[in-house]
């Protein structure tokens, strides 16, 4: 009898054991150096940072006084959260404290989202259209027209973003009229309804350009597109509710002599019109070069600025499509930041105003791309005021926020 009551004691623990919630608390200090306001400022944590002795499968962040919207992230692809990201407003040279608990226990809250990503296969059954989160294709099938938008789309509340699923992996660019989130409604293509409920649509024709800081290959005189390639994928890796990532891949790039792996990650956060593009190889780079920068905008008079160190931008006016009774001329600047060390030289061609860009005994790049459209009501209105706002978006993009784990 006695042993019956000991091992069921001791089930009964056992069982208690495993419904038992396991937590890691912490605090994180957020400092912002910078002489302005910091808005929306993102925060990313590495879960390897903080080691735990259990599957990570929620977070709640709070700064005493109320809760802070976040998100955990698998970038990898093994199930297992990789970061925590969330975004926060700090005044000028102020710091901030947060607390945050990790669980086991999936996620008991949710939060309003203020970005959305989505990738749309075809279905030839009644033209509808099926989400998906990922899609590899050999390097010589034309997969452009069998996704819908032709890549995957994501957007914040100020602007809209796709990638082009062919050779070109342009980056598009979505302008809206106010604020608010629309592709998971309008897909890139707003109807006569949409349009007349003040939906935004597709500002510019990028043709053969980078478009909005897409990067090329480099030949000496003008961009190139990544061809040829022995296979190509491009996935949703998430969509909020902070932070939409997407992400491009291409195996057995032939390129300058080598063969490349290579992989572009495109970020987008809540409260930004900038997208950060990091650039990855699966082995160290050599003598190879590429370039990236912002289209030149050929369908009226086209204006530009460059810094000289890294930062270029373009302003002008173009027909997006050759249907211009549905929609209107647009107007919009385009700006690309690359950070010094990987600048190599300020080129140009036919189509685009660019830097090269090289990272040799590295595997890492990264560089920034933003576009404003005349037609929002929250933007900058005239190149006067774009060329500005770029400066300043540089300035800050120089001076993040400290992040610092409290154990």
């Given amino acids: ?89 700090l005044p000028a040279q102020s710091t901030r404290k947060v607390d945050v608990v990790l669980s086991d226990r999936k996620p008991e809250r949710t939060y309003a989202s203020r970005v959305f ?101 480099w030949d000496g005189y003008k961009a190139t597109h990544i061809e040829p390639v022995m296979s190509r994928t491009e996935s949703v890796l998430a969509c909020g509710p902070v932070r939409a990532i997407a992400e491009v891949k291409v195996k057995g790039w032939e390129y300058q002599g080598n063969v490349l792996n290579m992989t572009h990650r495109y970020t987008l956060y809540a409260g930004h019109r900038d997208l950060m593009v990091e650039t990855f190889f699966d082995e160290l780079l050599d003598k190879e070069v590429f370039a990236t920068g912002v289209q030149n905008i050929m369908g009226g008079e086209t204006l530009s600025y460059s810094d000289h160190h890294g930062l270029t931008g373009s302003w002008g006016r173009y027909w997006p499509v050759t249907d211009t009774v549905r929609y209107a001329k647009e107007t919009i600047g385009l700006a690309t930041y690359i950070p010094q060390e990987y600048v190599r030289e300020e080129v140009k061609d036919r189509d685009n105003f660019l830097y090269t860009v090289a990272a040799p005994g590295k595997k890492y790049f990264c560089h920034y791309a933003m576009f404003t459209s005349r037609k929002e009501t929250f933007g900058y209105p005239t190149a006067k005021a774009w060329f500005g706002y770029m400066q300043v978006w540089k300035d800050g993009l120089e001076h993040p926020v400290k992040v610092r784990i409290l154990r």
């Fill in 1 to 89: 009898m006695k042993k019956k009551i000991f091992f069921l004691l001791l089930s009964t623990l056992y069982g208690a054991s495993i419904l038992a919630q396991q937590t890691c608390t912490f605090s994180v200090e957020v400092k912002n150096e910078w002489t302005k306001e910091q808005k929306d400022a993102p925060v990313v944590i590495r879960l390897e940072d903080v080691p735990t002795n259990f599957h990570v499968r929620s977070a709640v962040i709070s700064d005493g006084q109320s809760e802070i919207p976040s998100q955990l992230d698998d970038l990898d692809g093994d199930l297992k959260a990789d970061e925590l990201a969330f975004v926060l407003d």
């Fill in 117 to 217: 990503a989505t990738l749309l296969a075809r279905d030839t059954k009644g033209g509808h259209h099926v989400p998906i989160q990922s899609v590899t294709v050999s390097g010589t099938v034309d997969f452009y027209n069998m996704v819908y938008g032709h890549g995957p789309m994501l957007e914040s509340e100020l602007v809209g973003y796709r990638v082009y699923f062919d050779k070109k992996q342009t980056v598009d660019p979505y302008g809206k009229f106010n604020k608010g989130l629309e592709l998971k409604e309008s897909r890139f293509y707003p109807n006569k309804e949409q349009l007349a409920h003040g939906f935004g649509d597709d500002v510019l024709m990028v043709g053969n350009s980078c478009g909005v800081g897409a990067l090329k290959g």
